[in-house]
């Protein structure tokens, strides 16, 4: 595009964000307004009455807010047809008054050959349009002409809009994780979209966006399967509450608020179970010969030989407190794991606890008193219903008054059902989060696993049991299993769980972690499987990872260095120090005591600060614009999964990554800068100096 070409198309898309902008504030004031007309409107008094009243109230709310979230990037691409048909694709759907589409929902069918369109395949589009805004301003515009005459030599055609990706790829990380609707990937979309039943595994490397894609299918399977999922849920499970504060906001942002996040210590309703243990102990509890163990403890519970200590709390308190128990209904563990279990009462729960008590409470059922509630509350639902109906009613003959509306009889009553059926709904989304948290045998509409690799055999017993009919989105990495209790085949886990039920797909490009710093995670992961191919880096920095060692007990002074050059080199950007665990605590006092802004990785404020000290475990998921690695030849050694634990400390960073070691340089890392041989304090390695970059660019 020439210049003045350039000025005219953005002034032609400028005018039309303006309408846009014009259309969300009218559609605002409309929300504002029913919103004030609920609060306004009588109710009978009653207490249910005003329930009522809140339901709607929270409709008109959760409308509202939004309303207010869709302000940043309203509008971000526009696709023309082949056929001349021209559609703007935002965050979410505005219609003019005569109800034709203004802006499509990215999630809506329409929207779908943004995302998919290549020179390739252009399916039926002629030109696809990035627009890029800044407030309420147009700032850019970016075209893909699909035509193949143009694009023959392209050799990277599963990548698009590549202007709207690179920015988005090479901005400051914040330390939450943002959404991708506007440079969303033609093999993200086709499993953002993928259908809703059965298991969808998605295998793929570092940073090919296993997160940040299984959240955008959130959202998409709530757009277009509402009536299925709004009252069950969407379950997300993450691997721990640091990571799911990271991607807390991106559901929001997209306009979802029907999602439950939770770890899977935290799936049993009144047992949070973060306490540690040792990895022996946790393997031993993962493993599917608990199965047996669990039933044989709550039979001699049932027999009454074992006492009678019918809540599973009891029942698993009890066996790791006496090794005689545990002897006689676990004849098949061996002498040390039974030891390994071993540990006074009182002691807090642990993760591996959990899907223990869960299989307890299953086989135990649930108690009379139970039983009963849950009958209560739901004969009390069914009267909500009822009432709810008939407040419904009540609303919608006041607003038809109010707006002087006459319909036709049926039309009144068709109305009628669709508010009662959209506010109720809204009502039971409001608790989601609290009837699932309080009831063990909450069925949900679908579950998300993030970081999959890592649950053990009876983890996937408790979940399977929250999803009978087998909804689901598995995404993980099995080259990054930290713990040997972890999925070694997606088809052995599925094909017990769901067989005949389940599919695949793959992520091979990764948007995080740049080619130069990709070259040496290739050569640990040929480490840890010899055939696994690294995926292939969507850009390149010229940063290229450095190394250095030091003499023993100069590894904290050395890190305190590094911190302090590494801020100053990535400004506002965030930096992760990650050590091994052996170390944590040691490095931790060091570190703190030089620095004191440094957050540690139990910290709550752990993701608003500019640096964090971490364990490998603590890392995952998360990324940062620049990670320094400590003593990795201790990462190595102190798990039988360091290699993984290497591999994931190695592909956090966005832009920088430095080795720091008061040992032997492992051999997997002698692609950095510097290897083996000690390097000097001061300015570290010029990367254009650089003999060796392997891994792909991309983006040229
Ligand atoms: N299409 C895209 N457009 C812009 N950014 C993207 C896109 N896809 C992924 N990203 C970004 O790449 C980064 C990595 O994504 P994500 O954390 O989802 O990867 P992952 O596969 O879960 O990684 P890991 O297994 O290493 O934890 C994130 O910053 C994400 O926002």
Known sequence: ???????????HEQGYVTMLYEVLERARARAAAELQRVYAGATTGTEQAATERDSFARTYADRSSQLMTVERGLCFGRIDTIDKARFYIGRIGLFDDDHDPLLIDWRAPVAQPFYRATAADPIGVFRRRHIRLSGRTVVAVDDDILDLAAW????????????????????????????????????????????????????????????VVALHRAAYLLYTYRDQLARRGVLVVGPNATFLRYIEQVLPSLGETEVVLSTIGELLPGVVGTAAESPEASRVKGELQMVEVIARAVRAVRSGRAGRDATPATLLTSLW????????????????????????????WTRADVALLDEAADLLGDTDAVVQQRRRADAERAAKDAEHLAYTREVVHTGLAADGLTLEPWEVDQFITLMAERTR??????????????????????VIVDEAQELSPMEWRMLMRRCRRRSMTLVGDLAQAGTDAGVRSWAELLDQHAPGRWRTAELTVNYRTPAEIMAVAADVLTAIDPVAAPPASARSTGAVPWSRCVPAGQLGRTLIESVAAEQARIGDGRLAVIVPRSRYAELTTLVSAALP?????????????????????????????????????????????????????????????????????PDVLQRTVGGVASVPAGPLPDASRTPHSRGSNLIS
């Open 1 to 11: 595009m020439t210049e003045s070409v350039l000025r005219h198309e953005i002034a």
């Open 152 to 211: 023959d030599d392209h050799d990277h055609d599963n990548l698009i809009g590549e202007a709207a990706l690179f920015a988005s790829l090479s901005a400051d990380r914040t330390g939450r994780m943002s959404e991708i609707v506007a440079t969303i990937q033609a093999e993200q979309d086709a499993i953002i979209r993928s259908g809703l039943p059965g298991v969808l595994v998605v295998q793929g490397g570092p940073g090919t966006g296993k997160t």
């Open 321 to 348: 407190s006496s090794p005689e128990r545990l002897a006689d209904v676990a004849p098949e563990l061996s002498e040390t794991d039974r030891a390994a279990l071993h540990r006074p009462p009182g002691t807090p």
């Open 425 to 446: 709904h809204r009502d039971a989304l409001g608790t989601i989060a609290e009837r699932a948290a309080a009831d063990r045998t909450w069925q949900f509409g679908h």
């Open 597 to 665: 802004g440094v957050a540690h990785g139990s910290d709550p404020g752990l993701l608003d600060a500019t640096t964090a000290i971490l364990e490998v475990g603590q890392s995952k998921g998360l990324e940062f614009d620049s990670v320094l690695i400590a003593d990795p030849g201790a990462i190595l050694r102190e798990s039988p999964r360091g290699g993984s634990d290497l591999y994931v400390a190695v592909t956090r960073a966005t832009r920088r990554l430095g080795v720091i070691s008061d040992g032997p340089l």
